[in-house]
């Protein structure tokens, strides 16, 4: 079955950076894309880009462009998202989630989420 | 950008009952509509897809319909595990991908 595992918790100073894996299996790593979603407190689920797990293009949302960076280890089936000059407006938890197609959603798997804090 | 609005923002049903949630798009996006489920300290769950599909292992009191910019899920009969945080996303308009704000869904 499909799972996507990401890595832990994070505690970031604004204006730093941070990287967050989520390591796939259960499909063929090369034939979909990987998508992120962040969930601020108390507010609605929000889209940041993807990632083609085949050819390495991407693509993200207008709001996070030029920060936020997705690449992809294909010999380990991993993607990672950074993303920096962090604020404390970035405080959320971080969601890697695979559609049940090629590209677009529905997101049928989701991993299990990482929390990302912001604090001086 | 596609505006997602879910109405109400909470909704109070007693366990047995049923219960009608609503998402409104900004602009047609056409059936490119999914619902996801919620529940504390967990990632959201897909439960339809395609305005009225039901994605694998979905009990079949979810149901799903609309197009265009009024959708509907209904759960009927409610069971204790279905009291959750309930998401609208569109994904006919992109980027980006746009969810609605949430509908509470608790026990009365």
């Known amino acids: 079955q499909v799972q996507l595992v990401q890595s832990g918790a994070e505690v970031k100073k604004p204006g730093a950076s941070v990287k967050v894996s989520c390591k796939a299996s259960?499909?063929?790593?090369?034939?979909?894309?990987i998508h992120w979603v962040r969930q601020a407190p108390g507010q609605r689920l929000e889209w940041l880009g993807w990632?083609?797990?085949?050819?390495?293009?991407?693509k993200y949302s207008q709001k996070f462009q030029g920060r936020v960076a997705m690449i992809r280890d294909a010999s380990a089936t991993t993607v990672y998202m950074e993303l920096s000059s962090l604020r404390s407006e970035d405080t959320a938890v971080y969601y890697c989630?695979?559609?049940?197609?090629?590209?677009?959603?529905?997101?049928?798997?989701w991993g299990q989420g990482t929390l990302v804090t912001v604090s001086s | 950008e596609v505006v997602m609005t879910q109405s109400p923002a909470i909704l109070s049903v007693s366990p047995g009952e049923g219960a009608t949630l609503s998402c409104r798009a900004s602009?047609?996006?056409?059936?490119?509509l999914a619902w996801y489920q919620q529940k504390p300290g967990q990632a959201p769950r897909l439960l339809i897809y395609?305005?009225?599909t039901r994605a694998t292992g979905v009990p079949v009191r979810f149901s799903g319909s609309g197009s265009g910019t009024e959708f509907t899920l209904t759960i009927s009969s409610l069971q204790s595990e279905d009291f959750a945080v309930y998401y609208c996303?569109?994904?006919?308009?992109?980027?980006?991908?746009?969810f609605g704000q949430g509908t509470k869904l608790e026990i009365k």
């Open positions: 602009q047609s996006v056409s059936s490119n």
């Open positions: 395609g305005a009225s």
């Open positions: 989630a695979k559609s049940l197609q090629w590209l677009h959603p529905p997101f049928g798997s």
């Open positions: 990632i083609n797990c085949g050819n390495s293009n991407t």
């Open positions: 996303q569109q994904y006919d308009n992109w980027p980006p991908y746009t």
């Open positions: 259960g499909y063929i790593f090369t034939s979909y894309v």
